[in-house]
């Protein structure tokens, strides 16, 4: 279904786990109900923040890395040359 973008079968799958014994299953479903039309949206439409996400997290990364030890110029080239 995710890798497919089968968006469509998200409903029926969710009405199966439902019925089925799988508590972590049935917890899991819960939390994607409550972002339904995101969740379904992720799984029909080909466009992604992947990227963006990737790029947030490793200028994150970097900025941990500095606490304490380095001002404003030193992280902005790190950040700089990083990408």
Request: charged residues 25%; aromatic residues 10%.
């Amino acid at each position: 279904m995710v890798r497919t973008r089968e968006g469509h079968r998200l409903s029926s799958w969710m009405s199966l786990v439902k019925e089925s014994d799988f508590r972590h299953l049935k917890r899991f479903s819960t939390g994607l109900q409550r972002d339904h039309e995101e969740v379904l949206a992720g799984l029909t439409f080909i466009y992604s923040n992947g990227m963006v996400e990737g790029f947030v997290n490793k200028l994150k990364l970097i900025k941990r890395q500095g606490y304490g030890r380095a001002g404003f110029p030193l992280l902005r080239q790190r950040m700089l040359h990083a990408l």
